[in-house]
Nanobody, 128 residues
Framework: QVQLVESGGGLVQAGGSLRLSCVASGRTFTGYPMGWFRQAPGKEREFVAGISGNGGRTYYVGSVKGRFAISRDNAKDTVYLQMNSLKPEDTAVYYC?????????????????????WGQGTQVTVSS
């Protein structure tokens, strides 16, 4: 059974940092795009950051550019999201996602419909 398990969420003051982790089990996603999405109360799920299968390309939604960084450790089948300078508007449930299509290894996937596996989510709350 394929699973993505997120961890690292929590409550932090504005300006603080958190590091989210997502560990894959049941199969490897080495060479496959992975990403992070978030969903705030009353809002639709939105793309936050993505990384290509070979790890060479990343892409971010404009609101987090310069503050968040996505990375992956293929040896550990883990993807990370380092979040710095957090703002109250970053409050949301954060989801890890993985695609079962390689897209050639160098493409970042930004649409949720192109992801096949999802984690259960981890809550991030930023207080003002």
């Amino acid at each position: 059974q394929v699973q993505l398990v997120e961890s690292g969420g929590g409550l932090v003051q504005a300006g603080g940092s958190l590091r989210l982790s997502c560990v894959a089990s049941g199969r490897t996603f080495t060479g496959y795009p992975m990403g992070w999405f978030r969903q705030a109360p009353g809002k639709e799920r939105e793309f936050v950051a993505g990384i290509s299968g070979n790890g060479g390309r990343t892409y971010y939604v404009g609101s987090v550019k310069g503050r968040f960084a996505i990375s992956r450790d293929n040896a550990k089948d883990t993807v990370y999201l380092q979040m710095n300078s957090l703002k109250p508007e970053d409050t949301a449930v954060y989801y890890c996602a993985a695609s079962s299509t390689t897209y050639g290894g160098s493409q970042v996937v930004t649409y949720s419909v192109n992801y096949d596996y999802w984690g259960q989510g981890t809550q991030v709350t930023v207080s003002s």
